[in-house]
């Protein structure tokens, strides 16, 4: 629950804290708003991946939540595409 990773977030001391990876988002009720509030840049162009189709598409968009010195590898494409 955010509940309780609220609270981890507020009182951890963990050498390496946990974060939320979540590409699933815009599909809840409770936070598909964040997704009306991004738009792709221009400079992007076209999205290649949306001929796909929703059942062939990877995940595309992503929610990412931790605590100071939590962190990601966020330059490494974790699907290899």
Known sequence: RMDDFAQYMQN???DTPLCVFDHGFADY???RHLARQYNTPDLFGEDLLAS???SLRPPYRWLLIGPRRSGSFLHKDP???
């Open 12 to 14: 951890q001391d963990d």
């Open 29 to 31: 009720p409770a936070t």
């Open 52 to 54: 796909l189709g929703p």
């Open 79 to 81: 699907l290899g595409t």
